[in-house]
Structures are given as structure tokens and as C-alpha cells.
């Protein structure tokens, strides 16, 4: 199992301008999360999705949209990019609570730099 | 609402030695599960030790162990025989755990800096 890939790694977008990051999970997992951390911090949460079709927003999703058409990838977009959105964003799955399983899996983070 | 605190922004420890990373939490949940997780300099997260709002006995992963006090709210991290490699930081988390829930989210502290001193 690869678990949590995430795509790019590392990118610089200008103010303005939209991208997509990508996050790709082989677990099986029906629940998917965006968290971002800016420098110094914990991890914050943006948007989450509990199965294909449901997203719903986290605590900062101002500047973010989502979607959820397979249970595998869950991506982030960002529109006209600002440096607030500057930060490393990182993708996370796991089951469902009912499972009485709750551990959370991360992948490696995306670290954007807007200017 | 769910909040953490981490109260010690950096820590420094002798390698060998053992070393206490505090973490309080509030909630008004009853069903409720707590997270450390290491983050190196590299990046990943990397998820370390778990304990549930109705565990009686303290989680132990190896050289970590989850100090868990429920009536005081705090959740403290130990991690015994300190090694070099465990200079990084450290995020206490929260999430609540009861059937029904939607999300589950993650609540994060803001996390502590650990140096391993050779």
C-alpha cells in the first residue's frame, strides 16, 4: 500500500492564479480531511469528506473548494491564490468512527508558497 | 468546543534520559480519543500513541507512553530512554469518538519542539 500520496510535493504560485493539489488514498477509507499549518502552528482544518459525493466545510475554508467523485481521491482547490494561503497542506484518511478504529494517516504535505 | 494546549513551545533533554511533554484538553464530549503525533524536519506527520476517553489503563507504544488524567484534562506524552532521532516536533490532538459522529476531525495543539542533547 502506498497509503497517502500527495501531489506536488512543492510549488510557487503566483497571487492570483488557481492550482489543484491532489491527495490519492489505497486504503480503502471512506473518510478524507485537508488540514493546512502555517509556520509554528498545529494543523487546521479546511474541508472534509466522510464518503464520495459529502464534503463538508473545517474550521478555514475561506479561498478552498473541494470535491469527492471517488472514494479514493479527495483534491483541493485553491482560487486566485493568496500569500495568506501560503502554508503546507497536508491530505489525511481514515474509517469511518463506527469502526472503532481512529487513527488518522497523514501524507508527505504540499508546501505552497504563494507570492 | 474542543481546544488543546501545549504549554511548552520548546524542550531540551539528555539523550538516555526521559522526558514529560504536556498536553491539557477541554471538551465537553463523554466519547472522546487522544493523539500524539511526531513531526520531524522532513515533514510527515508521523502518529505515535493513542488513548480513548474510556481506557482505563494508560497507552504505552514502546519508549512512549500516554500519561492519561482524565478528571484534570491532560493527556501527557513520556517518552523514556530519549535518542537523538527523537528531536522533532510534537502535536497533542483530540478527536470525538462517539457513534454518530460526522468527520471526526482532528483539534491540534500547537505543538512542542523537543532537542535531544547528545
Known amino acids: 500500500n502506498a497509503g497517502v500520496t500527495q501531489t506536488p510535493k512543492f510549488h510557487i504560485l503566483k497571487i492570483g492564479q488557481s492550482m489543484t493539489l491532489q491527495c490519492t488514498q489505497d486504503?480503502?477509507?471512506?473518510?478524507m480531511y485537508w488540514y493546512r499549518q502555517d509556520p509554528g502552528m498545529g494543523l487546521k482544518l479546511i474541508y472534509y469528506s466522510v464518503g464520495a459525493g459529502i464534503t463538508d466545510k473545517g474550521e478555514v475554508p475561506n479561498g478552498y473548494n473541494v470535491s469527492r467523485s471517488t472514494t479514493e481521491d479527495f483534491p483541493l482547490r485553491l482560487e486566485l491564490a493568496a500569500p495568506s494561503q501560503t502554508s503546507v497542506y497536508f491530505c489525511a484518511s481514515s474509517y469511518p468512527v463506527s469502526s472503532g478504529t481512529y487513527e488518522q494517516y497523514f501524507g508527505p504535505g504540499t508546501r505552497l508558497t504563494v507570492t | 468546543a474542543q481546544k488543546i494546549t501545549q504549554t511548552q513551545p520548546g524542550m531540551f533533554v539528555q539523550e538516555k534520559e526521559a522526558v514529560t511533554l504536556d498536553c491539557t484538553y477541554d471538551?465537553?464530549?463523554?466519547?472522546?480519543?487522544l493523539f500524539w503525533y511526531k513531526q520531524p524536519s522532513s515533514g510527515e506527520m508521523i502518529f505515535l500513541i493513542y488513548?480513548?476517553?474510556?481506557?482505563?489503563q494508560n497507552a504505552t507504544e514502546g519508549r512512549y507512553s500516554l500519561n492519561f488524567q482524565k478528571a484534570r484534562k491532560s493527556a501527557n506524552l513520556v517518552i523514556s530512554a530519549s535518542q537523538l532521532g527523537d528531536s522533532a516536533m510534537y502535536f497533542c490532538?483530540?478527536?470525538?469518538?462517539?457513534?454518530?459522529?460526522?468527520?471526526?476531525?482532528?483539534?491540534f495543539g500547537q505543538g512542542t519542539e523537543l532537542s535531544v542533547k547528545p
Open positions: 471538551t465537553s464530549d463523554q466519547s472522546y480519543g
Open positions: 490532538a483530540m478527536r470525538d469518538i462517539k457513534l454518530g459522529n460526522q468527520g471526526g476531525k482532528l483539534i
Open positions: 488513548q480513548g476517553s474510556y481506557d482505563e
Open positions: 486504503m480503502n477509507h471512506n473518510y
